[in-house]
Every structure is written in C-alpha cells, then in structure tokens.
C-alpha cells in the first residue's frame, strides 16, 4: 500500500536552514509529481511546492519562493525540501502528499495519499 | 488570508444535511473543474473526499457529494453522523503561478 513517511522536522533558529525528506513506497515514484502541504498550529492548509516526476518543473507558493527548494531523487524514492532562510512565521507540520493522477497530473493538485507529517518549529 | 473562502464553521443534527461552500475565482475554482474537498480530524493527515468538483475516491460514504456554480463550489454531506465532525477543506487548480490553492477550511459540528 502508499506510504509517505516524512523526516528531518525539529526545532530550528530563525534565519537558520532545515532539509526534510518524504521516503514513498507503494507505488512507482518516479511517475508521479509530488507536493509539499503544510499547517501552522491551529490553522489551515497551505500549499507549499509541487515537482514534476522528473524533477524538471517547480512550482512555490509566493510565501517560500526564493528562500524553499522541492527536489527528489527517483533512485532513491525519496522526495526533499531544503527550507533556507527559516522565519517563525514558517512553524508548522509540513506533509509530502501524492497526487491522484502519475505524469503531468500533478498541477491539479488533487492529493490522494498524504504522510503524518514533520514538524517543524521556527523559534529562537 | 486563504485565496478561497469557506465559512468558519458549520453545524447540524444527526440525519440532517449541511452544505459547506467555497467561493473562488474565474482563475480557480470558476475556471477550472479541479476542485477538491479534504477531511481532517484533529491531529490526523488530511483525507481526500471528493476531487474533479463530484467524483468520489473508493471508499469514501455517498453520503458526501460535491457540485459547483460559477465560483463557487460545495460539499454536501446528508445524513449527518456524529464521525463527521471534522475539519473541511476545499482545494483547487489556479492558473497562477503557484498551481495549487487551498479554503481557510470549515469545522463541522454534528450537535
């Protein structure tokens, strides 16, 4: 069955950096695109990121762009997200989720198998 | 603020039938028939409930349909059971530059 398992979470200082990882198993990963979601305590979702299946395509919520990078390696079955520039206004549990269609149907954003998430915490 | 919005909070009877709605745009929801509805309950992953406006995932109670006009889109859940008090969230394709947008979600009380 899908599982996403999300890593790398923890407590970080402000301006500081942190990478999480999204291992999948269950399906063939690298005929997917795959997202970043993430939820700030208490409140809703927000997209993060989406990468093609082959890593050429990115696309950033206007709220990361510049300071998060999305990449994967297919090999490994193994999605990323190397977050720079760490503000507190980023503390949240961010999910690496699948979505529902493989190849060039991942920008509808229609996410049907979702990780427990990794939380990360933005605090001095 | 969310680029869709969804009314904070919505509640109903056992049996009884609640609608949530989300209201976009002609760039995401008006535009485009990529509307998802998640459900979360505290402390859990979001659940995918309906996707494509109407089309519902295996598995999940017909109970739950989706629909859409204009700008708007809704979820509808009939028979209300006391397992349904949870999170709701509406999520659509946007011709933005950042693809995917999501509804400030809506809690559902079942009194």
């Known amino acids: 069955q899908v599982q996403l398992v999300e890593s790398g979470g923890g407590v970080v200082q402000p301006g500081r950096s942190l990478r999480l990882s999204c291992a999948a198993s269950g399906f063939t990963f690298s005929s997917y695109g795959m997202h970043w979601v993430r939820q700030a305590p208490g409140k809703g979702l927000e997209w993060v990121a989406v990468?093609?299946?082959?890593?050429?395509?990115?696309y950033y919520a206007d709220s990361v762009k510049g300071r998060f990078s999305i990449s994967r390696d297919n090999s490994k079955n193994t999605l990323y997200l190397q977050m720079n520039s760490l503000r507190a206004e980023d503390t949240a549990v961010y999910y690496c989720a699948k979505p529902r269609g493989a190849w060039g149907d991942y920008p509808r954003g229609i996410l049907d198998y979702w990780g427990q998430g990794s939380l990360v915490t933005v605090s001095s | 603020q969310s680029a869709l919005t969804q009314p904070a909070s919505v509640s109903g009877s056992p049996g009884q039938s609640i609608t949530i709605s989300c209201t976009g745009t002609?760039?995401?929801?008006?535009?485009?028939?990529?509307v998802s509805w998640y459900q979360q309950y505290p402390g859990k992953a979001p659940k995918l409930m309906i996707y494509e406006v109407s089309n519902r995932p295996s598995g999940v109670s017909n109970r739950f349909s989706g629909s859409k006009s204009g700008n708007t889109a809704s979820l509808t859940i009939s028979g209300l059971q006391a397992e349904d008090e949870a999170d709701y969230y509406c999520s659509s394709y946007t011709s933005s530059s950042t693809l995917v947008v999501f509804g400030g979600g809506t809690k559902l009380t079942v009194l």
């Open positions: 002609s760039s995401d929801v008006g535009g485009y028939n990529y």
């Open positions: 990468i093609s299946y082959d890593g050429s395509n990115k």
